[in-house]
């Protein structure tokens, strides 16, 4: 019996990918995730998620990660149905895994609908959608992880010609770098999401 977690990176950010990961193990490996020191990858630091990742990559039987680009994201919240996006790719990520059972991490406000959603596009019957979850289920803090560190090195990719901060709103530098760019007159770059409120602000 597969057993598979689904979680995301970047959905709050305003730059860069939102990131789905999920993965799948054994049921009888499940127990062995718990002592490895895995647990909801925002309680570990950057260094603790990467050296786990590597040892969740090795040790899971599947894994999948899916990158959802700024343009996709702006346009799912345009027609308000950023949810869905989220729901899709989960999906998408489970149906390339093709576990027995998924346990996802679930971003509606009802996780029963977010669950349907998520069986009805990825075909799969077996969809357990929770909040918090990454903090709940250890096969979704392990997925959480990958999505975390694939999040991460896409900032640091683009940290090697920015000078853009962590990406999130709560970031000042990222603020700073949105608002110089707007202030230049300049073409916004394709990595910033300009439905997301502040840049509508700047932009305005």
Request: proline letters at 4%; aromatic letters at 8%.
């Amino acid at each position: 019996m597969l057993i598979c977690g689904v979680d995301e990176a970047g959905r709050g950010s305003l730059l860069g990918p939102l990131v789905i990961a999920g993965v799948s193990v054994k049921s009888s490996k499940v127990k062995k995730l718990s002592s490895m020191g895995i647990k909801d990858s925002k309680k570990l630091s950057p260094l603790s998620r990467e050296k786990l990742y590597k040892k969740i990559i090795d040790f899971v039987d599947d894994y999948y990660v899916a990158r959802i680009n700024p343009k996709t994201i702006d346009r799912s919240v345009r027609k308000h149905k950023l949810n869905f996006l989220e729901a899709k790719y989960m999906a998408k990520v489970i149906s390339e895994l093709k576990p027995s059972v998924s346990y996802v991490d679930c971003c509606d406000v009802n996780t029963s609908r977010f669950g349907k959603e998520i069986a009805k596009l990825s075909k799969r019957r077996k969809i357990r959608s929770f909040h918090h979850a990454d903090s709940r289920f250890v096969i979704v803090s392990a997925a959480s992880i990958i999505a975390k560190v694939n999040r991460d090195r896409a900032i640091a990719r683009l940290r090697k010609e920015y000078d853009l901060g962590s990406g999130y709103p709560s970031d000042p530098k990222t603020i700073q770098f949105v608002t110089d760019w707007v202030s230049s007159g300049k073409t916004i770059p394709s990595f910033v999401r300009k439905s997301w409120k502040p840049v509508q602000t700047l932009l305005n």
